[in-house]
């Protein structure tokens, strides 16, 4: 396994947003000798942040320019794009340094540039795309329960987001934006993808203390995945929006992640079962839970040696074990 210490700094880019601080604190719990490298707009923010977790350096950053308008001399370790870059100078910049990048925000219509990037640097350092739910958590969690049945006949994800728990203004615009100016949701039904018109673009869920929620389907990546890792006829994600069990009972806003698997057990039990992941510091921590074990796996900060290229989804990288044994140290609760 790799020495955090040993590595150049991990730049991240957009480190003052709600994700960004949540995955910069997350890493610096994980790994408290690995360098940072904080990237923001608001740089009185970012140099608070730095002094906070330690081990931390500022810079500002212009996503606009060739090169970020860093200091050609400094080397990092990988690039972390919290933040939208149409540019894609980001990732240039991560492929001339030789380094893993990670792109948070792209829906599944909108990965072609990322991809015909890739196809003309196939050898470069890899790219992880990462413009899941909850940083990946909810696929990996339902992949790592896909692994106990011998067929999947489908995968369907609810996620309820509490109103008290909002979700940064960079996420809220990612979803604006991909339920704005993209196409239906996908969703894969009866074997065969489809754009999902009404009435198949919602359903209803229950949420952990039996509310029954309105939702909508979401094109997020999580599809891609669920539907290329799985042999399953039906693949969706719908987001809901209410109060949390947790708010009810008047705590903090928690998110809920509810995965409903139905097929047969290896033990030969048939049929739809549930299960549910709440973690109690809401949205944007399971977020960055989730980004920060993909950095780890990026880095060879994990179980696995780190990847010198290729093209990847979180399933591709991470093992879905090795999540679920990072959420209970969170306190997550499965």
């Not at 990462?130 to 369907?156: D, K, Q, R, W």
Request: include cysteine; glycine fraction near 10%.
């Amino acid at each position: 396994m790799t020495n955090a210490a040993s590595l150049p700094p991990a730049l991240i880019l957009g480190a003052t947003g709600s994700l960004g601080v949540r995955t910069v604190r997350m890493l610096r719990r994980l790994h408290p000798e690995l360098p940072l490298v904080l990237a923001a707009r608001d740089m009185e923010k970012a140099d608070a942040l730095a002094r906070d977790v330690g081990h931390a350096t500022t810079t500002p950053v212009d996503i606009t320019a060739p090169g970020l308008g860093l200091d050609p001399a400094a080397r990092h370790s990988i690039v972390v794009t919290a933040l939208r870059d149409l540019s894609l100078n980001s990732v240039r910049y991560a492929r001339d340094q030789g380094i893993p990048y990670v792109a948070l925000s792209d829906g599944v219509f909108e990965l072609g540039p990322l991809i015909a990037h890739h196809a003309h640097n196939a050898k470069a350092a890899p790219i992880l795309l990462l413009g899941h739910s909850n940083g990946g958590v909810p696929t990996l969690a339902a992949l790592h329960f896909a692994s106990e049945f011998e067929t999947v006949e489908a995968i369907e994800l609810g996620l309820l987001f509490d109103p008290g728990d909002p979700f940064g203004a960079a996420s809220a615009k990612d979803l604006e934006r991909i339920n704005h100016i993209g196409p239906r949701p996908l969703v894969k039904e009866d074997g065969q993808w489809q754009w999902a018109e009404q009435p198949l673009a919602t359903r209803s869920f229950t949420s952990i203390d039996g509310t029954s929620h309105e939702a909508h389907a979401a094109g997020l990546q999580d599809v891609l995945s669920l539907g290329s890792a799985t042999q399953a006829a039906r693949i969706r994600i719908d987001l809901a929006g209410g109060l949390t069990a947790a708010a009810k009972r008047g705590g903090s806003p928690s998110v809920e992640v509810i995965i409903e698997i139905t097929g047969t057990k290896k033990t030969g039990e048939t049929g739809r079962f549930r299960y549910e992941l709440v973690d109690p510091e809401g949205y944007a921590a399971m977020s960055a839970r989730g980004v920060a074990v993909a950095i780890e796996c990026l880095l060879g900060l994990g179980t696995r040696q780190a990847p010198r290229s290729g093209l990847f989804l979180p399933e591709t990288l991470i093992e879905p074990g090795y999540l679920m044994r990072r959420l209970e140290v969170f306190r997550v609760t499965i």
